[in-house]
Nanobody
Framework: QVQLVESGGGSVQAGGSLTLSCAASRSIFSPHLMGWYRQAPGKQRELVAE???????RYTDSVKGRFTITRDNAKNTVDLQMNSLKPEDTAVYYCNAKKFGLPDYIFWGQGTQVTVSS
């Protein structure tokens, strides 16, 4: 079983920055895709950003230009640098890893709270 261990998060004022980090517990696990999702109270979980092992990445429109996702394939880690944070970024952020195959394997972190005050 692979565990995703998250760190970072916390409380910050609008305009501030935070960095989230996530590491997969098994070094031999090489996910095709690693990323971050978030879930605000009363809302569905949504993709924030994800990056493939070949470097292709995708961001949700609301964070483009403010958030940067980086990945270290050798260490199986993924970070999310969040700048110019807004109150609407407040949510629980979840690390995600996917390994495609038959079957697909999908893993989630335990979630870390990010709170942005105005």
């Amino acid at each position: 079983q692979v565990q995703l261990v998250e760190s970072g998060g916390g409380s910050v004022q609008a305009g501030g920055s935070l960095t989230l980090s996530c590491a997969a517990s098994r070094s031999i696990f090489s996910p095709h895709l690693m990323g971050w999702y978030r879930q605000a109270p009363g809302k569905q979980r949504e993709l924030v950003a994800e990056v493939y092992s070949d470097g292709r990445m995708r961001y949700t429109d609301s964070v483009k230009g403010r958030f940067t996702i980086t990945r270290d394939n050798a260490k199986n880690t993924v970070d999310l640098q969040m700048n110019s944070l807004k109150p609407e970024d407040t949510a629980v952020y979840y690390c995600n890893a996917k390994k495609f195959g038959l079957p697909d394997y999908i893993f989630w972190g335990q979630g870390t709270q990010v709170t942005v005050s105005s």
